[in-house]
């Protein structure tokens, strides 16, 4: 069975300090995909990003960072020089691979709440 | 792009009284919808999936059904409401490509049964 644990309840910064967030998972499949949404107070999901798992290599897109160890079944998500938008639960979530029954089935972990004060 | 229209935003409602939450796609065709529930403090869970007009599978056993009664419609639905079925929930879709299994969620609808 899939499992996603985010160990971090709660992480509070101030401004500009940077934010690691942790995401382990568990998949007996050999292709699956991993996510990271945002969830700011309105309640909405944000998508942020999506890997495979045949692609380990790391990005950075702006102020965003990820770290993706499938030796260690980690998706980590870094948000340097944090902003008070940046305030919001974030969800990491793992899917199997593609498949008309897979799409949009995702197990999520139960979120981190990232608060940024001034 | 695909914007989903959820409604109602807020809901109370009794223990034992009905409900209906519904959610409108634009945006695509022939999507693939989802309802997820999202209880105080905890990830989304699947509650339904529809690859189809008419089609819905369940993920877990519960006091709601679903149903599809349009391409773009999804509805969620219970003739009896527990307080255990409060929750935020969220209708969410992709559109069934291949590389498309990234989700657009719905702004949602908060229940609170008492």
């Known amino acids: 069975a899939q499992k996603v644990t985010q160990a971090q309840t709660e992480i509070s910064v101030v401004e500009k300090e940077d934010v690691t967030l942790d995401c382990v998972y568990e998949?007996?499949?050999?292709?699956?995909?991993l996510f990271w949404y945002k969830q700011p107070p309105s309640g909405e999901l944000v998508f942020l990003i999506r890997?495979?798992?045949?692609?380990?290599q790391n990005e950075i897109s702006g102020r965003y960072s990820w770290n993706f160890q499938k030796s260690t079944s980690s998706f980590n998500f870094t948000i340097t020089a944090s902003q008070v938008v940046d305030s919001a639960v974030y969800f990491c979530?793992?899917?199997?691979?593609?498949?008309?029954?897979?799409?949009?089935?995702?197990?999520f972990g139960a979120g981190t709440q990232v608060v940024v004060t001034p | 792009s695909q914007t989903i229209h959820q409604w109602p935003a807020t809901l109370v409602q009794p223990v034992g009284s009905p409900l209906s939450l519904e959610c409108t796609v634009e945006?695509?065709?022939?999507?693939?919808l989802y309802w997820y529930r999202q209880a105080a403090g905890r990830g989304l869970q699947l509650l339904f999936y529809?690859?189809?007009?008419?089609?819905i599978s369940s993920e877990v056993p519960q006091n709601l059904s679903a149903s599809r009664p349009q391409d773009r419609q999804f509805i969620l639905s219970s003739k009896k409401l527990l307080l255990s079925d409060s929750g935020f929930y969220l209708c969410?879709?992709?559109?069934?490509?291949?590389?498309?299994?990234?989700?657009?969620f719905g702004a949602g609808s908060r229940l609170t049964v008492l």
């Open positions: 979530a793992l899917s199997e691979a593609e498949g008309t029954d897979s799409w949009g089935k995702l197990q």
């Open positions: 998949t007996r499949d050999t292709t699956y995909y």
């Open positions: 890997r495979n798992s045949f692609d380990e």
């Open positions: 945006g695509t065709s022939n999507p693939n």
């Open positions: 529809s690859v189809g007009i008419g089609q």
């Open positions: 969410a879709c992709n559109s069934g490509n291949s590389g498309a299994n990234v989700l657009t």
